[in-house]
């Protein structure tokens, strides 16, 4: 049999489902796979050998088209990291067990860099082991968007976008006091600063922060942000945004500081996981989609220890 087995993986996006929905269409109409399955929380459900039957649960044009829409991880996540098979081969000896018992010659996962490595692991150990009929591929996925090897990760622009329609609400809400104001506002990223970077430039932040740009030097980043406040204050602006990376953080203390420096009030908030939900953008169904039903190709044409990408305008 050539079943296929997909699993979602890491903090998920609001594109993460359009690249199951992606697999799902290419690998029915391919005429190269038996059954699609799902398993539940990522590489964990595999162990646990938790499976849904997705060509039955996703059997309408309808729901495929439902789940390209639906934001966060449809068949649940995780966090959890294979080891390293040189220390101890158990849990890659106990999924090769389970695809053996449910025929599944096609495995795809879909994540950031951590779930890559996972590819990477599983795929070196089929062929360092003699087991050439298992095929594992990456999918990309991550709001971070610093997976190596591809220019964009689907569920990053789905992001952006959110936080940008959130500052500019922000920011009119700011401007309603006479009294100028600073707004500090921490988003996701983990150490990578396009969030940031591209949510900032989108809704007009004064000061944009990034761990890329960020020398660990704290003192200097507060007096050039008091700098920069102090300036805008005297040409009159009255609200000052900065959007503080996670990767860079203290918003907290810093907006502390600045408010003692510079006499202005000064407020910072740690956006949550809200800034992974919301409708994926149209770009990011597309995206997503597409790599998925590029993962089900490369596969099927016999690929395995590869990661679906896209670079330079080209997949
Ligand atoms: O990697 C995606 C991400 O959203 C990061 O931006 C963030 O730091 C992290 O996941 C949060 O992880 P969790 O969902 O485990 O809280």
Redesign the pocket.
Known sequence: MRNLLVAQS??PTAAINATVAGVVSCAVLSGKVDHIYGAVNGIEGVLAEKFLDLGKKLDSAEKISLLMQTPAAALGSC?YKLGDPKENTEDFEEILRIFRRHEIRYFIYIG?NDSMDTVNKLSKYCKENGVEDVFVVGAPK???NDLVGTDHCPGFGSAAKYLAATFAELERDCHVYEKKAVTIVEV???NAGYIALWCGIASGAEDILIPERFDGNRPKLENELIESILEKKALGKKHHLIINA?GVGHSYGMAKRIEQATGVETRASILG?M??GGNPTAKDRVYASYMGALAVDLLCSGATNRVVGYRNGQY
């Open positions: 890491g903090g966090r950031g991550t709001i971070d996701m990223g983990r996670e996981h800034q992974r």
